[in-house]
């Protein structure tokens, strides 16, 4: 679990951190919880220089969200391989350790930046702040941020970017969205990935993962796509052609970041 954000405070220790509790100080006499909300203000301010950065030079960022193997990476080649040289692409890659997947996006001469977390379930603005010193977003039109693998605590971060990007492999199950309202309801779109294994999986269903979206009350759009299947990608990239087109016409974009996913981050 994450050291920095709180996510390991469950409702059954809060106790421990709320006032007269045995951990309600730090062990530098600050009230717990403040240091807690302290993290997440100082994440949100951060996230709005990023923004700026952003829009100033032209960049579309994407937070892709998935849990761990779910094929973001894949996505990642197989949308360089088509459309990377229409559209400038770069990536910032989030793991706990290794460079595995920068190393994949870098083999096909796309810039990318691998943020190593340690024992950080999910990226914050300030890790993305230092990663785009490395990057020349003046040469770049689409900024994809592969975040952790996790499906709890990313939806809560604003890392500054503009649209958020969840990813349901159908080998997971189709109830995922039910079971991980938090980050069902941050999705700006909704990708079914690894389709191809449709032919195979009879126990996901397709209209059911769309339907627990809707139960969320979340509109967004949803695709069923194969990173194996090139053919299944052409929505895809045509979503990318026109929110980068949005992008550059001065559309407002903000991301569905979730505030009941502070909540779980800072007890009330």
Not at 198 to 209: G, I, N, Q, S, Y
Not at 229 to 245: G, Q
Request: glycine residues 8%; aromatic residues 4%; hydrophobic residues 40%.
């Amino acid at each position: 679990m994450c050291d920095t954000c709180g996510c390991s405070i469950t409702p059954a220790n809060a106790h421990l951190v709320k006032a007269h509790g045995k951990l309600e100080h730090t062990s530098e006499g600050r009230a717990s919880i403040e240091v807690l909300a302290g993290l997440l203000h100082e994440n949100d301010h951060q996230a709005g220089h990023n923004r700026e950065h952003f829009e100033r030079h032209g960049v579309l960022a994407l937070n892709l969200m998935s849990s761990p193997g779910s094929g973001k990476t894949a996505l990642l080649e197989a949308t360089i391989k088509a459309i990377g040289d229409e559209l400038k692409i770069a990536v910032v890659e989030g793991d706990l350790e290794t460079e595995n997947d920068a190393e994949r996006i870098r083999a096909l001469g796309v810039p990318a930046v691998q943020i190593t977390t340690g024992q950080a379930c999910h990226l914050d603005a300030h890790m993305v702040h230092d990663a785009l010193h490395n990057l020349d977003l003046d040469d770049i039109d689409i900024l994809f941020i592969e975040n952790v693998g996790n499906l709890v605590c990313p939806a809560s971060f604003d890392l500054g970017h503009h649209i958020n990007v969840t990813l349901l492999s159908v080998t997971e199950g189709d109830d995922k969205p039910a079971k991980y309202p938090v980050m069902f309801r941050a999705a700006d779109l909704m990708l079914l990935t690894k389709s191809d294994l449709l032919d195979v999986l009879d126990d996901f269903d397709t209209a059911k993962a769309e339907r627990h979206l809707r139960e969320l009350a979340n509109p967004a759009g949803v695709m069923t796509l194969s990173a194996r299947r090139p053919e299944s990608l052409e929505t895809w990239f045509d979503w990318l052609r026109k929110v980068v087109a949005a992008r550059r016409s001065g559309e407002e974009m903000n991301p569905r970041v979730q505030p009941d996913g502070a909540v779980l981050h800072i007890p009330g």
